[in-house]
């Protein structure tokens, strides 16, 4: 008999799941994916600007990390895989742009010299004198990302370089971040004997290349947008979709899981023999609240940051500066004082040189969005609009209007991975494990990037499939 099994959650990770499970349990399973929203993709978006296809979620992936490759590779279009061009990054900190520093870990410096370009002569000086303190010792426990940084390196390393990294990431504040779960290098690094968090970072750092070698990338994307990625695996992975249908609760019978679907005066009800959840916190949390207790407890710890992207398509003569982007530190203002609205901006015809409008329009990103911070995302779309045109201005000295423009928010779209976020992912994945045929997956659990998405779901799919198969017992932590 051919197993039927409901993925819920069409983003990345439930994509990768369905597609896993396609590859596992054969033609003729039937996969159904559930998806509440009237498209799939989740937070992988690629609208049209200027003509162009364009991401307006997740950017790009990062290129040392094999899954996006490996799966393209098994889709049949790793050749639509491009990288970045050599345009730097730049950081706005302290009243000033400067090019983002190297021999940094997540902006975490291995020595002064390093940093002393985008942090004060006092700020550098506390870097200098940092491995005089007396040596950090973790014994093995979290620390918030801030409160360790800030009384070794100082708060100008956390707020005018670390935390706008972190902030492209998750959108998040450093002093509730959790540091093994945000900068794992550098916790490994202490971990391992380093003293100070300078020498952690040394540590931590690749090894220098010759300046002949040639430089891996570090960022990947598709030429296409990601909405490549999605339509190839949607026709490898064949499911059954359902879309603009909640998935209203979960249960337990006799010979497998009921799903309630749809509205509530008239759902219909689905029986599966197995089920992989990849949806976000909230709804996860929900749905295992009567399976899995424990589980869905520890997911109502994780907090959730709210973002808006902003697409601007500039005309084909405008004279973009020669970076990549800027990155915006909390608390910069204009020279009039008003308080930047953006906290970053990517000059994409410029970090990815193929993207360009049909006319030729030079096409940017801006960024909005912080945890806890809320009242820009609360102002309709064209004040925000209006607001970041203006930051852009202040940036760069571009003040014409852009020829075509896009916005889109992402509510509640990035997780925030607080102290012991670790043990918390560890002890839902054991509870869930315990439970026959159903499985988690999503950017909640080991990573908020493309790569790690991709991971979760596939991760899940094979701990289904052994489930249903009553092959090996499953592995908790990846």
């Known amino acids: 008999m051919s197993q039927r099994v409901a993925v819920v959650g069409g983003g990345i990770a439930g994509l990768a799941a369905a597609h896993r499970l396609r590859r596992e349990l ?14 799939l993709g989740g937070k ?16 790009a992936f990062l290129a040392r990390r094999p899954e996006v490759r490996e799966l393209a590779e098994d889709l049949g279009i790793p050749e639509e895989i491009v990288h970045p061009g050599r345009a730097a990054a ?16 997540m902006g975490v410096p291995a020595a002064a010299d390093a940093v ?28 918030s990302v801030g409160e360790l940084l800030r009384g070794r390196v100082g708060d100008e390393v956390v707020d005018r370089l670390v935390e706008p990294l972190l902030g492209g990431v998750y959108a998040g504040n450093a002093d509730v971040l959790s540091l093994r779960a945000t900068i794992p290098a550098l916790a490994a690094a202490l971990d391992a004997g380093a003293e100070s968090i300078t020498a952690a970072a040394a540590a931590a750092l690749p090894a220098p290349k010759p300046a002949d070698a040639p430089q891996p990338p570090v960022f990947g994307a598709f030429r296409l947008g990601y909405r490549e990625l999605i339509d190839r695996l949607l026709i490898t992975a064949d499911p059954r979709v359902r879309l603009g249908l909640p998935v209203r609760a979960l249960a337990r019978t006799a010979a497998g899981w009921r799903l309630e679907i749809g509205v509530a005066p008239k759902p219909e009800f689905l029986d599966v023999d197995a089920v992989v959840l990849a949806v976000p916190v909230p709804a996860a949390r929900r749905l295992l609240a009567d399976v899995v207790p424990a589980a869905a407890a520890k997911l109502g710890e994780v907090e959730l940051a709210s973002m808006m992207v902003i697409g601007l398509a500039l005309q084909p003569d405008t004279q973009l500066p020669d970076f990549s982007g800027v990155l915006i530190a909390r608390g910069e203002r204009h020279a ?8 970053a901006f990517t000059f994409s015809s410029n970090k990815w040189p193929h993207l360009r409008g049909t006319g030729g329009e030079l096409l940017v990103r801006g960024s909005v969005g912080r945890f806890g911070e809320t009242a820009d995302l609360r102002l309709d779309d064209a004040e925000v609009l209006r607001r970041v045109r203006a930051d852009f201005a202040e940036l760069t000295g571009i003040s014409a209007a852009p020829v075509d423009s896009v916005a889109v928010r992402w509510g509640g779209g990035l997780p925030q991975y607080g102290v012991g976020h670790l043990d918390l992912v560890t002890d839902v994945e054991r509870s869930v494990a315990e439970v026959p045929g159903l499985a988690i997956a999503g950017a909640a659990l080991h990573g908020v990037g493309v790569p790690a998405c991709i991971a979760t779901g596939t991760a899940a799919a094979t701990d289904v499939t052994r489930d249903l198969l009553q092959t090996h017992p499953r592995q908790v932590g990846r």
């Open 26 to 39: 054969g033609p003729d399973a039937e996969i159904v994916l559930i998806e509440q929203s009237d498209r």
């Open 44 to 59: 992988l978006r690629t609208v049209e600007l200027a003509g162009c296809r364009y991401d307006v979620g997740a950017e």
């Open 116 to 143: 002393r370009d985008v942090l004060s002569s006092a700020g550098a000086a506390v870097v200098r004198k940092e491995a005089d303190l007396p040596p950090v010792r973790l014994g093995g426990a979290d620390a």
């Open 90 to 105: 730049t950081v706005r900190a302290g009243g000033r742009t400067r090019r983002l520093p190297g021999g940094t870990v």
């Open 336 to 343: 009039d004082g008003t308080p930047f609205t953006a906290k």
